[in-house]
């Protein structure tokens, strides 16, 4: 979704074109300089960031063009003694945890989230690793299961916790406001008119359609609303940015 060609802001200003081309060799090799010609991309994604229209639907497709196949990526089983005996009553006693900086914290059930006003979206998946799937999604939005637990105005980001385990610990990842009351995201339990499969994250998973797979977390057990992301694992808002450093704002 990006509609602004990087160079066009950049060469704009002073930082652009004339300084980078006109030669400067010996300058751009001083380390002050060079600082401030890499401060120059960090504005050029700041602007591009602050331009870009977060509101913006991403695409929507038709059932034809669903994809035969949708892969199955990083856990594909949280096989933990907790999740195995939800899945072997096929979630009737698991609960949605929402809590954190709210004025009623929540627990649902697949019941309850399926009895919710729903929204269906055929959209595409696009992972880090570079492959896309197109699927059909359905669930309550978020924005409305925030709306009914009632968010307290400190809160910033909307965190997940998931039930699947990465070096003990279970994977996790974050969002903004603006992302979580998008009207596209939505905590899916339905997948192409089907239960969302152990593979997809059954039985909830969240879908951030304009953000990259990582931010799509599967197994969702808990949704807390915080004022900031330093207590949540290693500060940077998701396994992945903690582990890997994958960028925490991953959209598209
Ligand atoms: N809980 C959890 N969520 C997760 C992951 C994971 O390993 N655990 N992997 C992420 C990545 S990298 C991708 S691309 C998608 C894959 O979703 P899929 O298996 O439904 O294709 O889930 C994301 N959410
Ligand atoms: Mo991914």
């Not at 160079?7 to 010996?26: F, K, N, P, Q, Y």
């Not at 709210?102 to 979206?121: C, F, H, K």
């Not at 998973?205 to 949704?223: C, D, F, S, T, W």
Request: glycine share 10%; proline share 5%; net charge positive.
């Amino acid at each position: 979704m990006t509609l602004i060609p990087r160079r066009t802001i950049v060469t704009g200003g002073a930082l652009g074109a004339g300084l980078l081309l006109s030669g400067c060799d010996r300058l751009a090799q001083q380390p002050q300089f060079r600082k401030i010609l890499f401060s120059g991309e960090k504005i050029n994604e700041g602007l591009q960031r602050a331009l870009q229209n977060r509101t913006a639907l991403a695409p929507e497709f038709r059932a034809d063009q669903r994809s035969p196949v949708f892969r199955v990526n990083g856990n594909g089983n949280p096989n933990t003694p907790d999740y195995n005996q939800h899945l072997a009553e096929n979630f009737a006693n698991w609960r949605l945890t929402v809590g954190g900086l709210v004025t009623r914290p929540l627990s649902l059930s697949l019941a309850d989230i399926a009895a919710m006003p729903q929204r269906a979206q055929i959209t595409r998946h696009d992972c880090v690793e570079g492959w896309s799937a197109i699927g059909k999604w359905q669930g309550p939005m978020l924005g409305n299961v925030l709306k009914a637990a009632g968010v307290k105005p400190a809160a910033r980001y909307i965190a997940f916790t998931c039930a699947d385990l990465w070096g003990g610990q279970p994977y996790y990842e974050t969002i903004d406001l603006v992302d979580a009351f998008h009207p596209q995201t939505i905590l899916a339990w339905l997948m192409n008119d089907h239960r969302v499969s152990v593979g997809h994250g059954a039985p909830l998973r969240l879908r951030v359609e304009r953000q990259l797979g990582y931010k799509n977390a599967k197994y969702v057990m808990r949704i807390d609303a915080v004022a900031s992301l330093d207590g949540i694992g290693l500060g940077k808002g998701g396994y992945w940015e903690d582990h890997v450093d994958y960028d925490w704002y991953a959209g598209i």
